[in-house]
């Protein structure tokens, strides 16, 4: 259940299934978090949900603030779901309350996270600035994944905000989104697909309220299956497949195809497809005279900026350099 890390690809009209669903750059109310605020009061409110298979949305969210004194918080409707809070700063300064009931607070160190229940009415009184990403975990994700995997359905998380505990799985993720939310046309719903089972599976295993997860060995895929995984991947260059798609393409649940895939490939979906990008780039790079803006989109890049920082990644090279080079 430890799959890869992903983001998703932005549209503005939503699809059928798999759906990616990003709210404004900047929402005017934050409202899956434990902390209820407004745009107004906070530097960064930046919001993105995405639906996968069956289960309701799971919504990420960064709040940043700078400046001391935001205070108190409004209340946030109750939902059945869990917000794991990540803090990308020290925050100390402040008073939480669950239900009424004041809870233990603690110092948070950079990296610390805590889960809440939102089933329950929270607030708080906040003096000291912060940065946070929220992850909202909707409870039927969560009792989609542990029925696919034989499980007893995660009835609590134990991860309180008293004890101050740090998650470095949680914070490499959470800053590895930052530039999703910032500009969300240029993430993919395969990539959006891992974050979310990501997040979910490593919530289970270490907060949920199973002690532990069996391990279930994972066969490769057939070669039919992998034909057809690719072929679809080869024909959706722009990344609008889920995984919850190929999966179903090939008779396998989402996770089991997942690990199969990499098994198989090497890499995750969402890698592979880029490497099939940049490969195609190369070859009309190589073989047209297509303007760099022209090729960004047939390969399924949202523009040429985003097509030069991918292909300089994978080749060490802007597009244009890497054109000349062949050619002398």
Known sequence: ??????????????????VVK????????????????EAGRVDILQSL??????????????????AVGHGVTDLQ?????????????????YDIWCDDRREQS???????????????????????????????????????MTEEFGLSPVEQFCCPIGLARVDVVLKNLALAL?????????TNKLFADHAVRAVTAHMIRNYGSLKRLPRFARGSLASWQERRAKDMLRANLCGDLSISELAGACGLSSSHFSQAFKKTVGCPPHRWLLIQRVEKA??????????????????????????????SQHTGESPGAWRRAQIR
């Not at 259940?1 to 798999?18: D, H, I, T």
């Not at 750059?25 to 899956?32: C, V």
């Open 1 to 18: 259940m430890s799959e890869a890390y992903g983001l998703v690809k932005a549209r503005n009209s939503m699809l059928a299934n798999g």
């Open 22 to 37: 990003y709210s404004e750059s900047h929402p005017r109310k934050a409202s899956i978090v434990i902390a209820q605020t």
């Open 49 to 66: 949900s995405v639906k996968s298979g069956m289960s309701d949305d799971f919504t990420i969210m960064r709040i940043s603030r700078e």
């Open 77 to 93: 409707d109750r939902m059945e779901a869990y917000t794991a809070c990540v803090h990308l700063r020290r925050f100390d300064g």
């Open 106 to 144: 603690a110092v948070l160190p950079e990296g610390s996270i805590h889960i809440s229940d939102m089933r329950c009415v929270w607030s708080a009184d906040i003096r000291g600035p912060f940065d946070v990403v929220n992850f909202c975990v909707p409870q039927s994700a969560l009792d989609e």
């Open 178 to 186: 930052l530039p999703a939310l910032a500009k969300p046309s240029e």
């Open 282 to 311: 190369k070859r009309l790079l190589l073989n047209s005279r297509q303007q760099l803006s022209e090729i960004a989109l047939e390969t399924g890049f949202t523009d040429q900026s985003h097509f030069t920082r991918v292909f």
